[in-house]
């Protein structure tokens, strides 16, 4: 069983930055691709941002230039680092890790940007 600890959410306003970590329990955590996820109520939990196991990141077209994945194997932690955030970025962030075929899921944690 993996346990992912999400942190770092909190109101920011547009053009604002917030840096949200995931820390993984597992032990072997620098095997696995790692990815960030957002849900708005009442729709379908979008994909962010992935890190793959070697390190290289992949975005949403939404994102693109303005959020950064990265991990420390070292901390069993995945980061976002976001910049220039807009309101329509308001959302639950979610990571997951993907690991002999099973996805585990973090409990999210809440990003609001407004005035």
């Known amino acids: 069983q993996v346990q992912l600890v999400e942190s770092g959410g909190g109101l920011v306003q547009p053009g604002g930055s917030l840096k949200l970590s995931c820390v993984a329990s597992e032990r072997t955590f620098a095997r696995y691709p790692v990815s960030w996820y957002r849900q708005v109520p009442g729709k379908e939990r979008e994909w962010v941002a992935s890190a793959a196991s070697g390190g290289a990141s992949n975005y949403a077209e939404s994102v693109r230039d303005r959020f950064r994945a990265y991990r420390d194997n070292a901390k069993n932690t995945l980061y976002l680092e976001m910049n220039s955030l807009k309101p329509e970025d308001t959302a639950v962030y979610f990571c997951?890790?993907?690991?002999?075929?099973?996805?585990?899921w973090g409990q999210g944690t809440q990003v609001t940007v407004s005035i």
């Open positions: 997951n890790l993907i690991k002999q075929g099973r996805t585990y």
